[in-house]
């Protein structure tokens, strides 16, 4: 676990473990934003990825998609910047986000967010 | 929801949703329940995979999987029989199982039972 210079605590790559992916997973928002990292060519801000939602509400999934290691966030002002850390997780359980991401076959992503159901 | 004449319920592929396949794989008793299965050449009954805990923990067990979708299981007497619905799973997220398996590349399945944690 490496806490870096903006104080937010990032496990490293030996510690990751698949439980705890598929906890994080395992919120229909967390996956949202883990699709909407996914698709983002840069990092992107926690008030972008709200989806409405409370920021509290959102902290909470944030804080458990960082503790399982699917993401990284840093600050810049005062902004918290998120990015999937992919190249880690593609390392560590290949083929994993791709199915997820449903980049593998038919879309397994494309027929979410119709079943979208509050957290 | 089709309710078998054994009495088990099993979710139609149409109803199959990712958030419910990732909390039923969130915990380690669960995944080796798969992965035995998956491991399996023919169906495997509970007692085969209680892994030495309680009957009752592992019906809780059991019953997540099942409901998620992820197992099938029949009566056969007065025993209950398991297997992987890997063939509904394979068509509905390509790729998810094979990632989860570690049949992708490296093994992400491995690793995991030295790092298993009791529910």
Redesign the interface.
């Known amino acids: 676990m490496a806490r870096d210079e903006s104080g937010f605590s990032h496990p490293d790559e030996g510690t990751l473990?698949?439980?705890?992916i598929?906890?994080a997973?395992?919120?229909?928002y967390r996956?949202r934003i883990v699709r909407a990292l996914a698709a983002s060519a840069v990092p992107m801000n926690c008030g972008d990825l709200s989806f409405g939602r409370p920021k509290s509400s959102m902290s909470h999934h944030f804080r458990i998609l960082r503790a399982a290691g699917v993401l990284h966030t840093t600050s810049q002002g005062v902004e918290h910047m998120n990015s999937l850390r992919r190249d880690m997780l593609d390392r560590?359980?290949?083929?994993?986000m791709?199915?997820?991401l449903g980049e593998?076959?038919?879309s397994?992503a494309g027929d979410?967010p119709r079943?979208l159901t509050p957290a």
Chains 1, 2 share one sequence.
């Open positions: 473990s698949l439980e705890a598929f906890h997973l395992s919120d229909p996956l560590r359980f290949p083929g994993l791709a199915a997820i593998t076959g038919q397994a979410h079943r």
